[in-house]
T-cell receptor, first 110, second 112 residues
Framework: GESVGLHLPTLSVQEGDNSIINCAYSNSASDYFIWYKQESGKGPQFIIDIRSNMDKRQGQRVTVLLNKTVKHLSLQIAATQPGDSAVYFCAEKGGYKLSFGAGTTVTVRA | DVKVTQSSRYLVKRTGEKVFLECVQDMDHENMFWYRQDPGLGLRLIYFSYDVKMKEKGDIPEGYSVSREKKERFSLILESASTNQTSMYLC???????????FGPGTRLLVL
């Protein structure tokens, strides 16, 4: 069956450094991937997405990389700020629904 | 901006009570979803709806039902709440033909 997992449950980052959050997926038929950010007490918020026909997509301070060969997805955050402290989820879509990973908690150190 | 609202941020109920969780979206989206979120398990899909009066079971529908009488409103019902339904409940909506789901702030339910 499908499984989406993040490599590390927690990540501590120095303010100003770049963050890399990793995600592995198992369904090779998945054609769409998305990253969400969830701050404490709030619902998940869309960050960036990528389709399977791409291997890189950039947004504002964020980049998503997709490696279909090893079924790996990553989210890079440039110049991490205190407001980036949150739980980050990856999700994949294969078929009609999104399957979510458990999340990585990112803590930004001042 | 898409806005998805949920009727309560926190709820405390007793075992056996009937519980209603309400979700409203203001973007005329056809598709709406209910998830529960538990530590270490991520988001799990309970039910979804792709049109008024239409509903489909997700991965964990047992113990839940839903109602979609109007396009903007999707209700989750716990017919007889149990302690293992203590969780964070998240509602989401999505426009047909698009992939991105937009989430509400969540309802944290405690069943005693």
């Amino acid at each position: 069956g499908e499984s989406v997992g993040l490599h590390l449950p927690t990540l501590s980052v120095q303010e100003g450094d770049n963050s890399i959050i990793n995600c592995a997926y198992s369904n090779s038929a998945s054609d769409y991937f998305i990253w969400y950010k969830q701050e404490s007490g709030k619902g998940p918020q869309f960050i960036i997405d990528i389709r399977s026909n791409m291997d890189k997509r950039q947004g504002q301070r964020v980049t998503v990389l997709l490696n279909k060969t090893v079924k790996h997805l990553s989210l890079q955050i440039a110049a991490t700020q205190p407001g980036d402290s949150a739980v980050y989820f990856c999700a994949e879509k294969g078929g009609y629904k999104l399957s979510f990973g458990a999340g990585t908690t990112v803590t930004v150190r001042a | 901006d898409v806005k998805v609202t949920q009727s309560s941020r926190y709820l405390v109920k007793r075992t056996g009570e009937k519980v209603f969780l309400e979700c409203v979206q203001d973007m005329d989206h056809e598709n709406m979803f209910w998830y529960r979120q538990d530590p270490g398990l991520g988001l799990r899909l309970i039910y979804f709806s792709y049109d008024v009066k239409m509903k489909e079971k997700g991965d964990i529908p047992e113990g839940y039902s839903v109602s979609r009488e109007k396009k903007e409103r999707f209700s989750l019902i716990l017919e007889s709440a149990s302690t293992n339904q203590t969780s964070m409940y998240l509602c989401a909506s999505r426009e047909s033909g698009q992939e991105t789901q937009y989430f509400g702030p969540g309802t944290r339910l405690l069943v005693l």
